[in-house]
């Protein structure tokens, strides 16, 4: 499975999980705490942030039909334009936040939700794409990113496993090469028994991808279970504080949540090794408090061992336990102290 590189940070197999955080909205109207977020986002470990390119005109239709109206949820009762309205980073900021994100040597990319947003990113030369779960039917769309020939990452929520396989299809068709699809419940927040992680596994499996979680859960535990299942890439929204209020404030990370996600996830990550049953360094110290067999009574020379005056006891610097049915009745051919380790040296058949 290929290791896919952005901006000179490998992720796949045998790397740490790549930790991206997404500000979306959070930056509630205001560069200036766009830039703190991202400098929060650096400062709690996070590998890279990412924003959400597109303008409410190029999202959706400013319409109050009942189509167009959210009746459930964190934005319910608004328009699809409103909301948007309110939640969408304005196109003019985004060189001062990419070039404020080079500036603090941080890695900064976006979701382009059309065809004007991959040309703005192009021109300030973005190093990723990720495809949103909302638009990974947008099959054209994908087939325009691809044709960067940047990697993408793809969300999958929603997506069932035909819509995947036509959307990895779609990039690879138009010249993606290296591609990562993350397993994704598109509910805010999701709840965390439909997470269905064991999916992560699935998917690298069946599309023979590198596989992630953009992770829509209160907390960190499905990052960091996920991370224990193989995901290299985990994504997960990020705010200053949730007391701030904004669109998606109420199912993103603080600064200290975050720095522990990055933690734990490469923690798991640590935890998981190799597969393998040679003694770990780790264990050496420990080796000589294994069980052996000593001699739990002074025995003359020419004395018969027995259960009586022998046991197998800690720490290990005897025999092994296995062979102590084979010593019983065998001979002392010395003298032997109570408390000494009994060798096939000191013994003689009967």
């Not at 909205?25 to 991202?38: Q, S, T």
């Not at 400013?62 to 699809?80: C, E, H, M, V, Y």
Request: glycine content about 6%; charged content about 25%.
């Amino acid at each position: 499975m290929q290791t896919i590189d952005i901006n000179g940070v490998k992720i796949g197999n045998g790397y740490a999980p790549y930790v991206v955080a997404e500000i979306s909205a959070n930056h509630n109207g205001d560069i200036e705490r766009a830039k703190r977020i991202m400098l929060a986002a650096k400062t709690s470990g996070a590998h890279a942030v990412k924003m959400q390119t597109y303008t409410p005109d190029t999202i959706t239709l400013n319409s109050d039909k009942a189509d167009f109206r959210i009746d459930s949820g964190p934005w319910q009762g608004q328009t699809l334009y409103q909301l948007y309205s309110e939640a969408y980073t304005p196109f003019e900021w985004h060189k001062p936040l990419f070039d404020y994100a080079h500036s603090i040597d941080l890695t900064c990319f976006s979701t382009p939700f059309d065809e004007s947003a991959v040309d703005l990113l192009e021109d300030l030369n973005a190093p990723a794409y990720k495809i949103a779960s909302f638009e990974a039917i947008d099959l054209p769309l994908i087939q325009y990113v691809a044709r960067t020939k940047k990697p993408m990452i793809i969300s999958t929520g929603m997506a069932n496993l035909t819509e995947i396989e036509e959307a990895v299809e779609a990039a690879r068709s138009a010249g993606c090469h290296d591609l990562i699809l993350l397993h994704c419940i598109s509910s805010y927040p999701a709840p965390i028994e439909q997470s269905n992680l064991n999916t992560i596994p699935d998917l690298a499996k069946r599309f023979n991808v590198q596989v992630g979680l953009s992770d829509h859960t209160l907390g960190y535990t499905a990052s960091v279970v996920a991370a224990a299942l193989g995901a290299v890439f985990i994504e997960k929204h990020f705010t200053l504080s949730r007391n701030d209020k904004g669109p998606d404030s109420d199912f993103s990370l603080e600064p200290s949540e975050l720095e522990q996600l990055c933690k734990s996830t490469r923690d798991a990550w640590l935890a998981l090794g190799v597969a393998g049953y040679e003694r770990k360094q780790a264990e050496n110290e420990n080796v000589r408090f294994r069980r052996s067999i000593y001699a739990s009574k002074d025995i003359k020379k020419g004395e018969v061992l027995t259960s009586g005056n022998i046991k197998r006891v800690r720490p290990g610097f005897g025999l092994p336990p296995k062979y102590f049915d084979q010593i019983v009745g065998q001979v002392a051919s010395e003298d032997i102290e109570f408390g000494s380790p009994i060798d096939f040296k000191i013994i003689k058949h009967k």
